[in-house]
């Protein structure tokens, strides 16, 4: 269930320009550091190794942390779309 809500945040993610996604984000309840982190990662094309290395976290918390955000996302837009 998890995989497939965040396989279609990454989808909403990539089909709407820059502005809508940035609206999107600021519906959700996300932390400044998964925001931070889709927002880099999904929207500016930065690498997790890079991101990890700016946040001094390792690479598997920095994909720990961008998977929960894209979760919530994938909540969010499956309740709204129901």
Not at 8 to 36: G, H, M
Not at 62 to 73: E, F, P, Q
Request: hydrophobic share 45%; with cysteine; proline share 0%.
């Amino acid at each position: 269930m998890v995989s497939d809500l965040v396989r279609l945040a990454k989808i909403a993610l990539a089909d709407v320009d820059k502005k809508r996604v940035i609206a999107l984000l600021d519906c959700i309840n996300l932390t400044d550091q998964e925001r931070s982190i889709v927002e880099k990662t999904e929207l500016n094309g930065v690498r997790i190794y890079d991101v990890s290395e700016e946040l001094m976290l390792s690479d598997d918390a920095v994909s720990l942390i961008k998977r929960n955000a894209m979760r919530k996302i994938g909540i969010y837009l499956t309740q709204k779309l129901q």
